[in-house]
């Protein structure tokens, strides 16, 4: 299990398997939140999850690939795009410079 301060985490991806809508909303509210704290939040496919990401937030069933892909990256889940508490979780970490594992 991989962990990062939350006052680390510069690079957020949102990794999705299809398509676009739930994890395109979830990326622009969490861009938002996160812009003052310099966090970039990104979405991509989750096989194709960027070099470079702190973070990684995705479906839980996703779970495993996510890691297989960005095995350097703290890989977070959640079981639903709106308010799953994984995401005050992140938040929180981010503004406080808790830690983050996973």
Not at 58 to 70: D, K, P, T, V, W
Request: overall charge neutral; proline content about 5%; glycine content about 10%.
């Amino acid at each position: 299990m991989n962990t990062v301060n939350g006052s680390d985490v510069r690079r957020l991806v949102i990794a999705c398997d299809a398509g676009m809508g739930s994890s395109a909303l979830l990326k622009s509210q969490l861009a938002q939140t996160l812009a003052p704290y310099g966090v970039q939040v990104e979405h991509a496919p989750v096989d194709r999850v960027p070099a470079g990401a702190d973070l990684v937030l995705c479906h839980e069933l996703l779970a495993a690939r996510a890691r297989a892909g960005a095995p350097e990256a703290v890989v977070k889940t959640f079981s639903q795009f709106l308010g799953d508490p994984v995401f005050t979780e992140i938040v929180e970490a981010v503004k406080s410079g808790g830690r983050i594992a996973g």
